[in-house]
């Protein structure tokens, strides 16, 4: 009868290799940080620029406060899209089973509603600066900033590996809720304010 020499040794965990505890804490580190910084930066640019009062208008609109609400409601349109298709993934809508198209849909609704943003949050940070006279306007200063944090973060995760399946649901989630609250504090004001008008 032989004895395998190794057979001792065949038990034994396999140590960890170098630096892959540090890679570990990198995926949800760079994300965290970066948010930070977009957030921060964006707050800081913000408030040290001298408000412009105006950054564009687009003929046959009465103004860039009309002109940024319907952007912002487009965008929030297309981010009740982009949570429906997720609900649907994630099979949380009962008797619905995705389509193949599902995924498409929801990529494409989510880059649509960032780009609609884009121009909005352009205006105010470019034409408004970072604002503190009023509560509604001190939230929306602040959820903006963070808002666009939140939104890179997301985006830095999905290219991530071995996430737990909580963490995406959960940060896309905290993204829509911000740009409801965005919505709500903005644009849904400014139409009970002026009216539904152009």
Known sequence: MSVDPNAATTSFPVPPQR??????????????????????GLGAYGRLHDPAGT???LAGFSSTGAVKSWLATSAFAFA??????????YGK???????????????????????????????CLYALGYQTYSARVLWHSLLGCFFFGAFSAKMLLLRAERLPGWLLPVVGGLVFTVLTVLWLTSA???????????
Not at 80 to 89: E, F, K, N, P, T
Not at 110 to 115: D, H, P, Q, T, V
Not at 188 to 198: K, S
């Open 188 to 198: 849904l004001w400014f139409f009970r304010t002026n009216g539904i008008t152009t």
């Open 55 to 57: 950054a564009f208008n």
């Open 80 to 89: 009740l899209v982009q949570l429906g298709s997720a609900l649907a993934m």
């Open 93 to 123: 809508v009962p008797g619905l089973r995705a389509p193949s198209w599902t995924g498409a849909l929801h990529r494409w609704s989510g880059r649509i509603a960032f780009l609609l943003s884009v121009p909005v949050a352009v205006h």
């Open 19 to 40: 630096g892959a505890g540090l890679r570990a804490a990198a995926v949800y580190l760079v994300p965290a940080l970066t948010a930070a910084a977009v957030a921060v």
